[in-house]
């Protein structure tokens, strides 16, 4: 323990991080403080690892696809469901020439959802929105893995690499049979929720979610599956993303700054600040001991 703590002390003072912390002298006395009066607890069964640094330690991506499914959970490796989006990916020869995809199953609903994402098929396919460019990507089905990686990951990005404006939406409907439409969250934050991997993150995700909830409401950003208003966070559950031992894993996706940061053993006397500054300010308050890392494309930084 004292070896683990000395470890910790070490990242702390020695580690540039790419996302700024919180300081009291600008952010009042109380910035590093958690919440004193949460709802939600996490049971006392529920054991996570705290000694291991974290920071730099995830495998890079430059893009994550959510796959609409409809579900909080899934096979214990969702890429293995047969017949799904997620197994196509898995299975395709395809690959983005930016570098790695991250394909989760989500809780997200279709667009077209007449009955349960569940009746995925072949032909009819599924939604899956698109990170940090925040577009939906409609009736995607197995054959067309290639198609959204040239058509909506790789084009766009290549194009605003170039100093032109990214492709509208009538013109990718021009090369593509997809068709696309914005997300209007202005923040995404995903939870990883898949319980048949690890029972943790089955239980911790449900919590930090209602306790994320108490802290949006009165501000008047959280939105549900149906509210269509633009702004606000929209809170999902996806499939495992690694690290379950470190639940709960919180990724924060922010539009206007097209960031991800990347949290984790959050609890939920820890949302209050996870609103306040991470979410809103871009702010880590435990650094040391929570922020796993990410990636800021205004400032091309990355913590891989």
Known sequence: M?????SLRAVKSNTNYIFPTVNPKEDGPDCQRDCADCTVHF???VKIETSKPLYGKTKEFHCH???ATGRSDWNQHAEQEKGSLMEAFD??????RHGRIMVSASNLQPADNDDTADNQTMDKGTTVLLLPSFTFVDSVTNNDVQELIDSFIDAPQSQSQSGTNPPSTEQQIVRSRLTSRPCAYEY?????SHKRRDARCGITAPLIKKELERHLRPRGLYRDANDERPGGVGIFFV???????FSANVLIYRKKEQQMIWLARVKPEHCEGVVNYTLLQGKVVHPETQ????????RRLTSW
């Open 91 to 96: 299975q395709s020869a395809y690959k983005s």
């Open 188 to 192: 995404v934050i995903l939870l990883c």
């Open 239 to 245: 499939s495992h993303v690694g690290g379950h031992k």
């Open 291 to 298: 922020l796993r890392g990410g990636f800021d494309r205004q």
């Open 43 to 45: 049971p006392s069964k």
């Open 2 to 6: 004292f070896q683990s703590l000395l």
């Open 65 to 67: 696809v959510l796959v």
